[in-house]
């Protein structure tokens, strides 16, 4: 039996359950679990949540694990950010800082020091790539250390500090994923000695 892949294109693929429909004769559609994407596909040996998925490493999963069905593993997002950013800590630690994108809002370029809130009054401007180098706790609150471009002059000698564990500003959602592998397409030119 072969399946058609239906996917809202405007989610990535852990966001939204993914629709496998028959193209056999059964008509039947089954709903596959965005539970089991997040937290039990295999996608390759180093893979954790904080990566981000695209459609090839969702293929690639089941046909290696099969598929669970949304009945028998629902979602559940009560710990979900938790989790990812445990993940996140795990990846800083093993392989050093990862990527993100940051929602920037009006006062960042207001901040020196402590953990980055906005006010009632600050608007979102845009988004920002930063990297999530460390974490910490300051007076009781866990924190993210951030680096961006806006050089050494800038909050905390190019740093900063945002809220950890809750997603703030979408940085614990949005991480890059990406591994660079040498091809016809991306040559590596070496200085000649």
């Known amino acids: 039996m072969r399946f058609l892949l239906q996917v809202n294109a405007n989610h990535p693929p852990f966001s939204q359950p993914f629709k ?50 949304k009945s028998c593993l629902p979602y559940d997002s009560r710990d979900g950010v938790a989790a990812v950013a445990r993940d996140i800590q795990k990846k800083i630690f093993l392989r050093g800082p990862v990527s993100t994108m940051f929602d920037v809002h009006d006062n960042i370029f207001d901040y020196r020091s402590g953990i980055y809130t906005i006010d009632q009054n600050s608007k979102k401007i845009g988004s920002h790539a930063i990297r999530l180098i460390g974490w910490g706790i300051e007076h009781g609150i866990p924190y993210w250390l951030c680096t961006n471009t806006w050089g050494r002059h ?11 564990g809750v997603n703030a500003f979408n940085v614990e959602m949005r991480l890059f994923k990406g591994r660079f592998k040498p091809s016809i397409f991306f040559p590596i030119f070496r200085k000649q000695e």
Not at 154 to 164: N, S
């Open 154 to 164: 800038w909050g905390i000698g190019g740093a900063f500090k945002i809220r950890r």
């Open 20 to 69: 496998l429909r028959p193209i056999a004769a059964t008509g039947e559609s089954v709903s596959f679990s965005s539970q089991w994407l997040l937290s039990c596909a295999e996608y390759d040996d180093d893979w954790t949540p904080c990566e981000g998925i695209n459609y090839p490493d969702v293929y690639d999963a089941m046909k290696r694990s099969g598929i669970v069905s």
